[in-house]
Each structure stands twice: as C-alpha cells, then as structure tokens.
C-alpha cells in the first residue's frame, strides 16, 4: 500500500508538472517567465515525477526488482529533504510552508519506504 501511495503522489506531480509547471512551482515564489525555465520544471519535476512513480509501479509487478527501486526511491527521497535541511543551515530561512511542509513530506515517505523493505 505503501508503494502505491508514493507512485500515484509521483505520478500526480509529475502530470501537474507536465501540464502546469508555473502553477506547481508557484508555492516556492519561483516565477517562470521564460520558456527554458518551463522546460526545467518539465523535466525535472515532470518527467522525473512520472518515471518515478512508473517505476514504483513496476517493482509492484516484479517483486525480484522491487527493493532495489524502493530502495533508490527512498534514498532519492531522503537526498531531497537533506537539501532543505542544508538550505537552512546556509541561511535560507523559509516558511514552513512549503519547504519544511515538503521536507517533512519527503522524510515521511522515505522512512515508509524503507520499512517496506526490511
């Protein structure tokens, strides 16, 4: 259940990426004025969120697969928090809303994750 949850939170980021990228990334207070900046936001919350949840998807059908992707996805996770949590100690004090909403987010579903796989 675990695993669905995050791929379908994934999946969702990514197609409102794809589709909205100046909507999504609107809560960070980044405006994307210029297409490049679309492009980037596409991309990386985009097609990263869709692969990604495509590819907790596919550890769901494949158990031989399956620690292995939850794994990196827990991980890549836990990286994403860790960069907020160095944000602040270099002095970028922000809201709580939505870094350390998102970090708690993130923590939250990297620690999941990984109680699935041991």
Do not use: H, K
């Not at 990228?21 to 097609?47: C, K």
């Not at 494949?62 to 836990?78: C, K, M």
Request: net charge neutral.
């Amino acid at each position: 259940m675990v695993i669905t949850i995050v791929a379908v939170f994934f999946l969702g980021m990514g197609l409102y990426g794809l589709a909205a990228p100046a909507s999504l990334i609107e809560p960070f207070g980044i405006v994307l004025e210029r297409p490049e900046a679309r492009a980037e936001v596409r991309a990386v919350y985009g097609g990263f969120g869709v692969a990604v949840g495509g590819v907790l998807g596919y550890g769901l059908l494949q158990p031989q697969v399956r620690t292995g992707i939850v794994l990196a996805v827990a991980v890549a996770l836990a990286g994403m928090a860790f960069g907020r949590v160095i944000a602040a100690l270099c002095g970028d004090r922000t809201p709580f809303y939505p870094n350390w909403f998102y970090c708690l987010v993130e923590v939250a579903a990297a620690a999941a994750l990984a109680l699935v796989i041991t």
